[in-house]
């Protein structure tokens, strides 16, 4: 997954989102780049003023199972040699 289609994910599913969300959302994208530092959910939910909760209501919002697989394809993204491929039922 690129960057183009985790930023595509959020705008896409912005008008459906809470306030919170929205503004977790906007943290995302104006953020980044910064984000592959930032890969523990309470580090996320700090920096962006929402709660662990908000994090994880939003990465379904977007079409994942949760953070962790979020912040796989985040990794991914940013080219993490750690990261593994998603693995498909």
């Not at 459906?16 to 980044?32: F, G, M, Q």
């Not at 780049?33 to 994090?55: K, P, W, Y």
């Not at 994880?56 to 994942?64: A, D, N, V």
């Amino acid at each position: 997954m690129s960057k183009a289609d985790i930023i595509n994910q959020i705008v896409s599913a912005r008008c459906s989102l809470s306030s919170s969300e929205i503004k977790l959302a906007d943290y995302l994208l104006n953020h980044y780049s910064d984000l592959h530092q930032t890969l523990l959910i309470r580090d996320l939910a700090s920096n962006s003023g929402v709660s662990e909760a908000t994090v994880s209501r939003f990465c379904r919002h977007i079409g994942y199972t949760g953070f962790n697989q979020f912040k796989l394809a985040l990794a991914q993204n940013f080219g993490d040699p750690d990261a593994e491929p998603e693995e498909t039922a």
